[in-house]
Structures are given as structure tokens and as C-alpha cells.
């Protein structure tokens, strides 16, 4: 393939698992299954059929126990503590999907522990993104210990958090941290009663890569199961309260890209599936405005294109707090109130989105070589005009258009705010790490992971950052990187992409980083027309094969490959014998029900 954004030919990587026939078609026999998904579950070290009925059948008792994550029995006992004794607590969270959702999800636990004659006190901080910043304030913990708070719990963010840690000691608060971002390799962790992160040294919870409301969500189910004390009890925790709250933590964990690969996939799996036709107001309005039906569990795909967006809307373009409220309120006309509005804000993030896009395209174009290739280099941009709302949505463009890490800032004030998104294999934390302590201090603050980074600096430094991050990431960027071979799950033919094959294919999901949606390869295909232009910039192929009767249409949307001029380069047209990798839908249209192929490559055969 000539990708839009390397010029490299992309070279296809079949994966072949370790096993031969034989294997596959009793895996197919035991798990019942067509033999080309047992070939795909072998290909993703699903070699046995027990595995197998456990990956296709995800339950709660795959959830780990909270207990095992370190610091859970002291931040447990003492929000027991805080609890029974009537005293203020103050969750301090995100403003993002993940950090609204837990905030939401810790709340309501924390209450629901309380007696019915004395409620617990719980009160919540969103930030401000403009105003505020990611990361806990000093000057918000000084309000809230003036109110009489003396318990703070953070959720989804505190981790690096050391000047705030410190702060909350003084004014004589208790400090419980909650986060999954990395914490620093040589400071460690801040200073606190608690800290539940299983990515902290010597936490020895078995599963790395919860998100942020996943972290909460596991306190909220050890503070739940402490006060579950008769069998009615721990039977409505398990049957009704944790299957509820996995609602939320599904959300999250898609609309944060972590991997959905052990616990996190049984977490959305089961969260997806109590998403159907939910009965909490705002969650019920939420998926209305996004269009979403109520008569079938969402996709993980409809979650992070249509329901996170509208989530994330409030924290980037005004006031995330709305979004706590949408989810706790029982209001019905408040949470559609609530709603209409995440959608308005939704619709203000696109437009303002789009007129930065055409400045960043514009850059792009003068940014390319002679050769039409882009520098391997680490791509900074900064424009004072950019809302600091959609950096990270600017940044994945980049990347999606490049194929390099990006960071992308905006100013104010003298400061520089930026994001930044990454390729595989390109730790962006580790790139700033390492910028960051190269010479003179860069940044005012920093913290991420592997693939998404925020951070601040002067706006004086932005030249030092681009110089050493160009630097810094051209002598670990290469080839490999760059143009990373397509992996391929399986090779099939036509007459194998039948609708059991489907529905079985479906049961592989939900799909995301870590369980990435299969593609298939299907070599020697004709087309039995022209192709056909979708509004200019997309195409349409008629494929069969000579030896089969089944016929599809294959879509390719113009996103990061300019579709038009590649097959005007290859000469297709009607009766040209091609090799494609692909996807395999379902027709949205409902004029042409069936399956449908959806192009990722395609070459002459």
C-alpha cells in the first residue's frame, strides 16, 4: 500500500499461529465454532477450548478481587471511618469521561455504605480545564479543609500530585490517591494515607491496565462488599449494584484506550451489555441524543464515537461538573436538559475542531519533503488561536495523517498548554521524561503514559521543546515504526464470510487497542465493475471470485489513504484481479442488508 501519510509500501503480516490443521478443527469441534474463528483465536494464543468458552463467555467472577490491589485495606477503613463518623469527604476527579464517571461511580458507593438515619457527606471537584488544569490544586484543598472536609479522595488523577499531597498534610486533611497514570520512576508516589494504583512498585494486582474509573470503580467494590453484612446484602451487590455500575466503567474504559484485553474486556463486555435500555435518566438521555436505540446493547464503537464524545464535550468546551450531574440526577426533564446540552457542546467542539484542522492541513503540506514524505520526527505544533479543548483531538489527527507522534499547544497567559498522542512502539512519556531533564527544566508540569501525554510550560520554551523532542524522537523513530507492517488475523475466501461467521465474529469483541477488530485477507478477487466514487473521495469495488458465488461491495473511506488516487494508480477497473485486506461489517444501509467489506489495503494480485 502507499500510505497517505508515509509513501512506504506497507507490507502485510499474516499471523500465523503455532498449530496445524488438526488443532484448529477440533478447537472449531469442542468450541462449536466455524473453523476460521478458531484459526483467529489461535492466532490470538486462544489455544484451548476452556480458554476459549471463558474468552466467548465473560462473567463476573472474572472480575479480580479489589483486595489484592495495595493500599486497599488501609483507603477501605478509612473511609469506613470518615463514614460512620459523619465527616465530610471531598472526591476530587477529572474532567474528562474517565474522571467524571468515577467520580460519579465513588460517590455513589460511598452513600450507598451510609445508614439510612445518618448519610454519608459527600461533596466532589471537577476542575476547570481553562481555568484550572489537569491535577489536584493546593488552593481547592485549602477551600475544602476551610469547609470542614478531612477526607480527599482522588480519582483518575493525583499520582504525580506531590506538591498537593503535601499541602493536604499541613492543612490536616487525609489523603487517599486513586489514578492509573504512571507514577514518576524516581520520586515514586506522593505522600498519602492510600495509594491505589496497580501501576505503583509492589502492588501485586495481576491486571496493569485499568483505566481511571476502573481504579475507582475497584474501591468502590471492596467499600461495597465491607458493607455487605448479610447474605440479602451480598446478593444485591453482585446480581444488581456491580452489574450497574459496570455501565459507567465500560463507557470509560473505551473512551480512555486502554486495552481491552483481560479484566478491561470483561468489563466492557458485561457493561455493554447492562447499557441496554438503561432506566437512569441521564444515561437514558445521553444515548437518545447520540441516536444510540435502546432495544440492543451498544457497540463499543457507538460508545467511543457517539456517547464519549458528547462526555468529553463538557470538560473541553465548558463546564465538566454537568457531567457528574447528568449521571447522578433523577430528574428526568433536568438530565434531558442536561443532555441537549452535551450535545450543543458537542456540536461546538466539531466546528471548532474542523477550523483548526484546515490550519494543521494546511502546515502539513508545507511540513512534506520532496518526496512527499513526512520528517521522522516527532511533529510539535502551537497556534495561540487553538482552544485548549481539542489539543488532544488535533493531536490523534496528526498521527492518524502521519503516522508520527504529535504534540500539538495553544497559549495563554504567558504558558503553554499542550497534548500529545503517539504511534506503537514510541513511548511519548518516556520522549517528555527525557526532554525534560536534558538541559534546563522545560516543563511546569507533565504526565501521561505511553500514548497520550498533557503538559504546560512557558510559552519562551516552546523552541527548546521543539528542538529537543526533534531531537529526541528522530533517532528512535525508523522504518519499522514508521511503516508498520498491517496485521492480519487470517487469509480466507469468500464463501467462508457467511452470517454465522459473523455473529461468531461479533462474539470475538468488543474490540479496541489490545483486542483490535480482526482483518481478514482475500487474494485474487475480481471486480466486476468500475469503481465507484462515494462524494468524490470515497470508493466502492463489486468483488467475486471465479471459483465462488459470493459477491460483496468493499468500502474505502478516505481517512488516512486518498482511495480515488490509488486506484487510479493501480488502473483498477472492471475485471482487474486484486489481493484486499480488510474488515468485515454489517450494511448500515437498509436498502442493501448483508455483509460488507470494509478496505484497509488492496493490491494487484
Known sequence: MISAQSGLRQQWN??????DAESVTRLA???????????????????????????????????IDPMLMLGMPEAVARIQQAVRGGEPILIYGDYDVDGTTATVLLKTAIERTAAKDRPAVVTYHVPHRLREGYGMQTGVL??????????????????????????????????????HHLPDDVVGVPNAIAVINPAQEGCGYPFKSLCGAGVAFKLAHAILSAAAETEEERSKLRNSLIPSFLKLVAIATIADSVPLEGENRVIVAL?????????????????????????????????????????????????ASEVVELFLTRDSERASTLAEKLNRLNDDRRATEAKALEDIETRLVCLRGDDGVFPAECIVFDDPAWHRGVLGILASRIVDRTG???????????????????IDGFHLLDALTAVHTEGDA?????????????????????????????????????????????ECDVELS????????????????????????????????????????????????QLFREDEPARFSALGWSRATDWPSRCAEMGLQRGSVVDIAYRLKCATNPQFPGLELELLDINLS
Open 271 to 319: 457493561g455493554l451489555r447492562e447499557l441496554r435500555n438503561p432506566v437512569q435518566p441521564g444515561l437514558r438521555a445521553l444515548m437518545q441524543v447520540a441516536q444510540i436505540p435502546a432495544n440492543r446493547p451498544p457497540t463499543a464503537t457507538e460508545v467511543g464515537f457517539r456517547l464519549a464524545p458528547r462526555i468529553n464535550a463538557a470538560g473541553r468546551m465548558d463546564i
Open 494 to 541: 469468500f464463501h467462508e464470510l457467511t452470517s454465522e461467521f459473523f455473529d461468531w465474529l461479533t462474539r470475538c469483541g468488543p474490540f479496541g487497542v489490545g483486542n483490535p477488530e480482526p482483518v481478514f485477507v482475500t487474494r485474487r478477487v475480481t471486480l466486476s465493475a468500475d469503481v465507484r466514487l462515494i462524494k468524490e473521495r470515497h470508493i466502492c469495488l
Open 142 to 179: 485549602g477551600t475544602a479543609a476551610a469547609s470542614g472536609v478531612r477526607l480527599v479522595i482522588s480519582v483518575d488523577t493525583g499520582i504525580r500530585a506531590f506538591a498537593a499531597a503535601d499541602e493536604a498534610k499541613a492543612l490536616g486533611l487525609d489523603l487517599i490517591v486513586t489514578d
Open 29 to 63: 469441534r469442542e468450541v462449536g465454532c466455524p473453523e476460521a474463528i478458531a484459526l483467529l483465536l489461535m492466532s490470538r494464543g486462544i489455544v484451548d477450548a476452556s480458554t476459549a468458552k471463558t474468552f466467548f463467555n465473560p462473567s463476573l467472577d472474572d472480575l
Open 14 to 19: 499474516i499471523v500465523s499461529p503455532d498449530a
Open 404 to 422: 508520527r507522534p504529535a504534540l500539538v499547544l495553544t497559549h495563554e497567559d504567558g504558558h503553554a498548554h499542550g497534548s500529545g498522542r503517539s
Open 442 to 486: 522545560l516543563f511546569t508540569k507533565f504526565g501521561g503514559h505511553a500514548h497520550a501525554v498533557g503538559f504546560s510550560l512557558p510559552s519562551g520554551s516552546v523552541e527548546a521543546l521543539q528542538t529537543r523532542m526533534r531531537t529526541y524522537s528522530s533517532s528512535l523513530l525508523n522504518g519499522a515504526l514508521l511503516a508498520p507492517p498491517l
